[in-house]
């Protein structure tokens, strides 16, 4: 597996977005991902470094509820696996629990599926289908 994306929870995505263009990168795709609530900026830097910026569209939403008990800053770490349900199935056998027990419809058409923070130190894991 390889390190997809790093996202971010911001409360003002133009403003985030400012900041990171300051260092180079720039927008790749934007948009929203309307079952989730959440409008989606991912930006690419050098090499296969992304940033993928989240902002909530509205307070009862998992982001919205993320940046009102901690803030903005990092929310999760995505892993890029040609065999999604393969990867799922392994990490269960090893004990992970999982948040999607199927994938779901991520940004960008890639098939998504997340992991508990529990099972990695307080982060929490998306596996993408990429
Ligand atoms: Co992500």
Same mark, same amino acid.
């Given at each position: 597996?390889?390190?997809?994306?790093?996202?971010?929870?911001?409360?003002?995505?133009?403003?985030?977005?400012?900041?990171?263009? +300051?260092?180079? @990168?720039?927008?790749?795709?934007?948009?929203?991902?309307?079952?989730?609530?959440?409008?989606?900026?991912?930006?690419?830097?050098?090499?296969?470094?992304?940033?993928?910026?989240?902002?909530? +569209?509205?307070?009862?939403?998992?982001?919205?509820? @993320?940046?009102?008990?901690?803030?903005?800053?990092?929310?999760?770490?995505? @892993?890029?696996? +040609?065999?999604?349900?393969?990867?799922?199935?392994?990490?269960?056998?090893?004990?992970?629990?999982?948040?999607?027990?199927?994938?779901?419809?991520? @940004?960008?058409?890639?098939?998504?599926?997340?992991?508990?923070?529990?099972?990695?130190?307080?982060?929490?894991?998306? +596996?993408?289908?990429?």
């Amino acid at each position: 597996m390889r390190l997809h994306h790093v996202g971010i929870a911001v409360e003002d995505l133009e403003a985030a977005k400012a900041r990171y263009l +300051l260092l180079g @990168f720039r927008v790749e795709a934007e948009g929203e991902v309307a079952a989730q609530g959440v409008r989606v900026a991912m930006l690419r830097g050098e090499g296969e470094a992304r940033l993928e910026l989240l902002a909530p +569209l509205g307070p009862e939403t998992p982001v919205g509820r @993320f940046l009102a008990k901690r803030g903005p800053g990092l929310h999760h770490l995505a @892993f890029a696996t +040609l065999d999604l349900e393969g990867a799922l199935a392994a990490l269960r056998a090893a004990g992970a629990r999982l948040v999607d027990k199927t994938p779901r419809p991520g @940004f960008g058409g890639h098939r998504v599926a997340f992991l508990h923070p529990s099972f990695a130190q307080g982060v929490l894991w998306e +596996l993408v289908e990429a």
